[in-house]
Nanobody, 119 residues
Framework: QVQLVESGGGLVQPGGSLRLSCTAS????????MGWYRQVPGKQRELIAT???????NYADSVKGRFTISRENAKNTVYLQMSSLEPEDTAVYYC?????????????WGKGTLVTVSS
């Protein structure tokens, strides 16, 4: 079992920056992929960014060039640096850990942190 705790959400003005953190209850070295998703009420959860255990990052087109995902294995933490924020980025942001267990992919989720982009 992997427990994830997000932090860093809040209110920010358009054009501003924010950094989200996700700390895992176990070593993330053994986790194949860590990622960030976001969800707006009434819409499906959207994949924002992922980073593999080898450090390879991928991004959704909507955030490419503005968001950066990184991981700090020594702290069991993954970050999402968000810049040039837009009102459309307003959502609850969720941390995800995906691990291969007995040949089956298992997903773990945090409870989310709210990001509001507004003037």
């Amino acid at each position: 079992q992997v427990q994830l705790v997000e932090s860093g959400g809040g209110l920010v003005q358009p054009g501003g920056s924010l950094r989200l953190s996700c700390t895992a209850s176990t070593s993330i070295v053994s986790i194949n992929t860590m990622g960030w998703y976001r969800q707006v009420p009434g819409k499906q959860r959207e994949l924002i960014a992922t980073i593999t255990s080898g450090g390879i990052a991928n991004y959704a087109d909507s955030v490419k060039g503005r968001f950066t995902i990184s991981r700090e294995n020594a702290k069991n933490t993954v970050y999402l640096q968000m810049s040039s924020l837009e009102p459309e980025d307003t959502a609850v942001y969720y941390c995800n850990a995906r691990r291969l267990v007995a040949f089956t992919w298992v997903d773990y989720w945090g409870k989310g942190t709210l990001v509001t982009v507004s003037s």
